[in-house]
């Protein structure tokens, strides 16, 4: 397995990912109705690992933009931002271990 080297740049909505060695270029966007990202062009290889590893960058760019969403991990809540998933696990803990119920959401 060989780590790839990439610059990443973020213009008009879109996220591109190029590295010098080997030259290789691949530009992504997001629709505003889909949580993903998409292929928009790149430079023809048939390397699948810079594939994967142009695709993983890009996607970890987006999820920092907050374009997508980032993976829970089955039975945690999400925590806010500056606030530590441990912190967040350890205060429901404590609040479900005391009986005090969960604050209601004021979001219709």
């Known amino acids: 397995m060989c780590d790839y080297f990439f610059d ?8 591109t990912v190029s590295s010098s060695d080997p030259k290789f270029c691949a530009t992504y966007y997001t629709h505003s109705d889909k949580a993903h990202l998409c292929l928009r062009h790149r430079t023809y290889t048939e390397d699948r690992e810079l594939l994967a590893q142009a695709f993983q960058a890009a996607v970890s760019e ?3 933009l907050r374009w997508i969403a980032r993976r829970k991990k089955p039975g945690c809540e999400e ?3 500056g606030f530590p ?4 696990r350890w205060w429901s803990a404590s609040r ?4 005090t119920p969960p604050a209601k959401s004021t979001h219709q």
């Open 85 to 88: 998933q441990r912190c967040l």
């Open 79 to 81: 925590a806010a931002p």
């Open 62 to 64: 987006a999820r920092e």
């Open 8 to 15: 990443i740049e973020v213009h008009q909505g879109a996220i």
């Open 96 to 99: 479900k271990a005391s009986g």
